[in-house]
């Protein structure tokens, strides 16, 4: 595409040095990934300015480079003449906006559901895709869980853990819509928000699950963490609230103008779940909807996937589908993988995978697998080296007696000592020495640990950032796979000790 700076009005920019007209096909952040006619985005980093990765970026063919720098960039222009430099006030809104243009805007031909919250976002996206596909909407996922159309996943290499940047969501959205995907339901992560990766989506939903402590080594502060989620509600046409949560519920409410559709199990609300009985097949329950009662079956287990369930009901229902058509879809509702996942591969032996990595949610998935039936409970919980260490010790309290054995490893080290991490997690416990208490440092040692430990009727459940692809080690994205992790220890029938 030929973008000529000076004519059109559509390009927010401060100034242009070098060639008004430029030749343009993919635009990105990392000077890595540029090819010939790129427009690279200098984005000043944590760790560096992506102004130092110019020269790279021309040497791999840029046709435009953006930035923020002035003096940086008037230097360069001097330096590359054949080389169009764009100055703008803010490289990731422009990068933004820049990346949506190339895309002839097409985010706005496409319904776009964002969840934000805590707890729950990957599911809750799942459930919407699911929920809609089963509707005969194709609609695609975009999160923590990787990127999905309503075939299949996406062969995008992430860069970010969840919500992607704003030049690689416009990629995905164009690449689901060229394959019949017109819907999707994504995260909308505080940070993301904050860090502009949203900048000029209009989301026809915004859905909303909780707020507890997270991600303070960011926000600093739960306002701030509150600030940033709230923005998500100031792009969206119409809100699903959860009100049960006390985190930020009232606050949507207080300043959305929109149409809203109301959730919870504890406190009345627009769309209610009652009477709720498990068994091994999921759930069954009294939905509520305005106040009109339908007995309803989900494959979900634990009251809080049930408020999963109820805020995909709140999406599919703004979305214009009616009660009868959403109890039609629920039976084949899916989750994510890692998120209460079973593993019924191995006879005699209940695997449990689940994404809790925050104290509640540890303390949620114990409750709800202490109503399966089982003899003993093995149970291993992590701390995480790129979050905040504060919760390390909050993780062992949640659990502290609930199980019969803990096993306490580690999730995504980062630059951070191993040992460090297992005993912070394990500090939290009254007696860290305890015997039915093991420390591996190593997320794949815990886990052989946690198989050895099991006899048959005993239920093994597995916690922490298992999903995703890769163990963040060091600065390096080391491929992880946590089916295959345990598959190996029956492959090996190794016992550790
Ligand atoms: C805090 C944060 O969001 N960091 C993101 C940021 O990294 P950074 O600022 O440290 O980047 P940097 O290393 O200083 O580099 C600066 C710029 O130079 C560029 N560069 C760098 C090297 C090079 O050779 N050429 C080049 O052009 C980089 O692409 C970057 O644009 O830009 C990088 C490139 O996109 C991201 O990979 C990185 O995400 C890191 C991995 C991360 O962990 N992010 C987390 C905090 C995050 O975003 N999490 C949220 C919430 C997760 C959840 O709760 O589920 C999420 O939405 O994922
Ligand atoms: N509604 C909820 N309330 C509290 N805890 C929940 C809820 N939903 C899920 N959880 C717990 O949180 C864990 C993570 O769930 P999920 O991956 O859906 O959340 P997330 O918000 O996407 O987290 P992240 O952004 O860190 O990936 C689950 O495995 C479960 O233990």
Same mark, same amino acid.
């Given at each position: 595409m030929k973008w000529n700076w000076k004519k059109n009005k559509s390009l927010p920019f401060q100034d242009v040095f070098g060639p008004a007209e430029s030749t343009i096909t993919h635009v990105t952040y990392d000077s890595r990934k540029i090819q010939e006619n790129g427009c690279f985005v200098s984005i000043p980093g944590n760790n560096i300015d992506g102004h130092t990765f110019i020269p790279d970026a021309v040497h791999n063919g840029a046709s435009t480079v953006v930035g923020s720098d002035r003096d940086t960039l008037t230097?360069?222009?001097?330096?590359?003449?054949?080389?169009?430099?764009?100055?703008v006030e803010d490289s990731k809104t422009a990068m933004a906006d820049? @990346? %949506?243009? /190339? !895309?002839?805007?097409?985010?706005?031909?496409?319904?776009?559901?964002?969840? #934000?919250?805590?707890?729950?976002? &990957?599911t809750v996206t799942a459930y919407i895709r699911s929920?809609?596909?089963?509707?005969?909407?194709?609609?695609?996922?975009?999160?923590?869980?990787?990127?999905?159309?309503?075939?299949?996943?996406?062969?995008?290499?992430?860069?970010?853990?969840?919500?992607?940047? @704003? %030049?690689? /969501? !416009?990629?995905?959205?164009?690449?689901?819509?060229?394959?019949?995907?017109? #819907?999707?339901?994504?995260?909308? &992560?505080?940070i993301a928000i904050d860090l502009k990766r949203l900048h000029g989506l209009e989301f026809e939903v915004g859905v909303h699950t909780n707020l507890v402590s997270e991600h303070m080594e960011f926000h600093g502060t739960m306002e701030n963490y509150k600030r940033a989620k709230l923005k998500l509600f100031q792009q969206s046409r119409q809100a699903v609230v959860n009100l049960d949560?006390?985190?930020?519920?009232?606050?949507?409410?207080?300043?959305?103008?929109?149409?809203?559709?109301?959730?919870?199990?504890?406190?009345?609300?627009?769309?209610?779940?009652?009477?709720?009985?498990?068994?091994?097949?999921?759930?069954?329950?009294?939905?509520?909807?305005?106040?009109?009662?339908?007995?309803?079956?989900?494959?979900?287990?634990?009251?809080?996937?049930?408020?999963?369930?109820?805020?995909?009901?709140?999406?599919?229902?703004?979305?214009g589908y009616s009660v009868s058509e959403i109890l039609c879809s629920l039976p084949g509702i899916q989750g994510a993988e890692g998120r209460f996942q079973i593993v019924s591969d191995y006879p005699g032996k209940q695997i449990i995978l689940d994404y809790a990595h925050t104290p509640d949610a540890l303390e949620l998935v114990v409750e709800t697998v202490k109503s399966l039936p089982h003899k003993r409970l093995i149970l291993m919980i992590t701390g995480i080296g790129l979050r905040d260490p504060a919760k390390r010790p909050k993780m062992a309290a949640a659990v502290e007696g609930k199980a019969d054995h803990i096993?306490?490893?580690?999730?995504?080290?980062?630059?951070?000592?191993?040992?460090?991490?297992?005993?912070?997690?394990?500090?939290?416990?009254?007696?860290?020495?305890?015997?039915?208490?093991?420390?591996?440092?190593?997320?794949?040692?815990?886990?052989?640990?946690?198989?050895?430990?099991?006899?048959?009727?005993?239920?093994?459940?597995?916690?922490?950032?298992?999903?995703?692809?890769?163990?963040?080690?060091n600065d390096q994205h080391v491929p992880y796979d946590e089916l295959e992790v345990i598959d190996s220890y029956f492959q090996e029938n190794r016992q550790l000790s």
């Open positions: 230097q360069y222009a001097a330096s590359f003449p054949a080389v169009t430099f764009v100055l820049y @990346a %949506a243009h /190339l !895309h002839h805007h097409i985010h706005k031909k496409m319904n776009l559901f964002g969840v #934000t919250g805590t707890n729950g976002k &990957t929920m809609l596909n089963n509707l005969g909407e194709p609609a695609g996922i975009i999160g923590t869980a990787g990127v999905w159309s309503k075939k299949s996943k996406h062969p995008f290499k992430p860069t970010t853990p969840t919500t992607p940047e @704003a %030049a690689d /969501l !416009h990629d995905i959205f164009a690449s689901f819509y060229e394959e019949g995907t017109r #819907t999707v339901a994504m995260e909308a &992560t505080s949560d006390d985190g930020m519920a009232q606050d949507i409410l207080n300043m959305f103008g929109g149409p809203v559709w109301t959730y919870g199990i504890r406190r009345s609300a627009d769309i209610m779940a009652s009477n709720i009985r498990t068994d091994a097949g999921g759930s069954s329950f009294l939905l509520t909807v305005q106040g009109r009662s339908y007995l309803a079956r989900a494959p979900v287990f634990g009251e809080y996937n049930i408020s999963n369930t109820l805020a995909a009901v709140g999406s599919c229902l703004a979305a096993i306490v490893s580690v999730d995504h080290p980062g630059p951070y000592n191993r040992q460090r991490i297992v005993d912070d997690v394990a500090s939290g416990f009254h007696d860290p020495e305890a015997e039915n208490i093991y420390k591996r440092k190593h997320r794949e040692d815990g886990i052989h640990k946690a198989l050895s430990l099991s006899e048959n009727g005993d239920l093994i459940v597995i916690t922490g950032l298992g999903f995703g692809g890769y163990q963040v080690i």
